[in-house]
Antibody
């Protein structure tokens, strides 16, 4: 049974870089059928997609965060990571990692079957 | 960028049918996924690709998608269905995953 587990500091100072890692267990991160993503949820608010990565290193980022986000993958450790730079209080949130099931439609375009496995989430607070 | 619009709240009595809508420009041309999130828990995928259910999700959960509106339907609502529900699509024109704002389902 595939499991995802987020890890990283729960407190980050303003202007510093938030760094989180998602460890995948019970399956390989190097499958052609999946992307791996980060999603966050500020207190009392909705879900926001941060970005996604394929095992080859191909990435997609939320345009509103793109200038501050880097997502990387380490297939040898079965992990992928998030770095968010120049954080402010607005980046305080629960951060989730998730598996995205992907396929290519009849026209060859990338499509998804949703985010079918999620980590439990980790709370990150930005405060001095 | 692509925008998904959900009603903030929906209320329904136990045993009745709840319908949660997700509006978007020509959303019928996209594949819509729905998530259930209970307080303090991670989201759970309950419907994918408009109307398919992952294994373990009750048949009471169903979905449809046409025109500018996708709908999650929960039949024979139970107290345990009380949660926040989010719709989500992949906007291929901008290579961007998009979530709706979420709908709080209250079971009266």
């Amino acid at each position: 049974q595939l499991q995802l587990q987020e890890s990283g500091p729960g407190l980050v100072k303003p202007s510093e870089t938030l760094s989180l890692t998602c460890t995948v267990s019970g399956g390989s991160i190097s499958s052609s059928s999946y992307y791996w993503g980060w999603i966050r949820q500020p207190p009392g608010k909705g879900l926001e997609w941060i970005g996604s990565i394929y095992y080859s290193g191909s990435t997609y980022y939320n345009p509103s965060l793109k200038s501050r986000v880097t997502i990387s993958v380490d297939t040898s450790k079965n992990q992928f990571s998030l770095k968010l730079s120049s954080v402010t209080a607005a980046d305080t949130a629960v951060y989730y990692c998730a598996r995205l099931v992907n396929y290519y439609d009849s026209s060859g375009y990338l499509e998804y079957y949703g985010m079918d496995v999620w980590g439990q989430g980790t709370t990150v607070t930005v405060s001095s | 960028s692509y925008v998904l619009t959900q009603p903030p709240s929906v209320s329904v009595a136990p045993g009745q049918t709840a319908r949660i809508t997700c509006g978007g420009n020509n959303i019928g041309s996209k594949s819509v996924h729905w998530y259930q999130q209970k307080p303090g828990q991670a989201p759970v995928l309950v419907v994918y690709d408009d109307s398919d259910r992952p294994s373990g999700i009750p048949e009471r959960f169903s979905g449809s998608n046409s025109g500018n509106t996708a709908t999650l339907t929960i039949s024979r609502v139970e107290a345990g269905d009380e949660a926040d529900y989010y719709c989500q699509v992949w906007d291929s024109s901008s290579d961007h995953q998009v979530f709706g704002g979420g709908t709080k389902l209250t079971v009266l």
